[in-house]
């Protein structure tokens, strides 16, 4: 499983207006980490993988949308 880091930036910039702060607190996870992975594809283990599920899940979305399975 792999996550689309465009497709969540995009996700981010739609949901969050762009603000790394406030879409890291909707996901549960550090706003560093998810900035780090958005910006250079680093960290993004099961934490991140984890958090996309749930907040799609929450929010109405097709998780598979943001991640290739």
């Known amino acids: 499983m792999e996550v689309n880091r465009q497709k969540v930036h995009d996700l981010m910039k739609t949901n969050c207006a762009g603000n790394y702060n406030r ?11 998810l900035y780090r992975f958005l910006n250079t594809g680093v960290g993004g283990g099961k934490k991140i993988l984890m958090s996309v599920i749930k ?7 097709d998780f598979e949308e943001y991640i290739s399975i």
């Open 55 to 61: 907040y799609c899940k929450v929010n109405g979305l």
């Open 23 to 33: 879409f890291a607190r909707e996901l549960g996870v550090d706003p560093s980490h």
